[in-house]
């Protein structure tokens, strides 16, 4: 798994498999050099969920915040 260079935040695609299927969603998370990290109150890696591809927020918004085509 590809992980950031730089410590920003990133908008990651998360992937969740269970007994009902796969679930997918968007949620900003970082990498703080070991592993992927919510933020605050978020349970987000508790359940095994994965990373499946992401891009720092940087690059999803441009200066007047409109968003980039991911």
Same mark, same amino acid.
């Given at each position: 798994?590809?992980? @950031?260079?730089? !410590? &920003?935040?990133? !908008?990651?695609?998360?992937?969740?498999?269970? $007994?009902?299927?796969?679930? !997918? +969603?968007?949620?900003?998370? &970082? =990498? %703080?050099?070991? *592993?992927?990290?919510? &933020?605050?109150?978020?349970?987000? =890696? $508790?359940?095994?969920?994965?990373?499946?591809? +992401? *891009? &720092?927020?940087? $690059?999803? =918004? %441009? $200066? *007047?915040?409109? @968003?980039?085509? !991911?």
């Amino acid at each position: 798994e590809k992980t @950031p260079k730089e !410590l &920003y935040p990133v !908008l990651a695609k998360i992937e969740h498999i269970n $007994d009902l299927g796969k679930s !997918l +969603w968007y949620e900003v998370v &970082y =990498f %703080n050099g070991d *592993k992927w990290e919510s &933020y605050s109150h978020s349970k987000t =890696f $508790d359940d095994g969920e994965k990373i499946i591809n +992401w *891009k &720092y927020c940087k $690059d999803v =918004f %441009n $200066d *007047k915040g409109k @968003p980039i085509k !991911l």
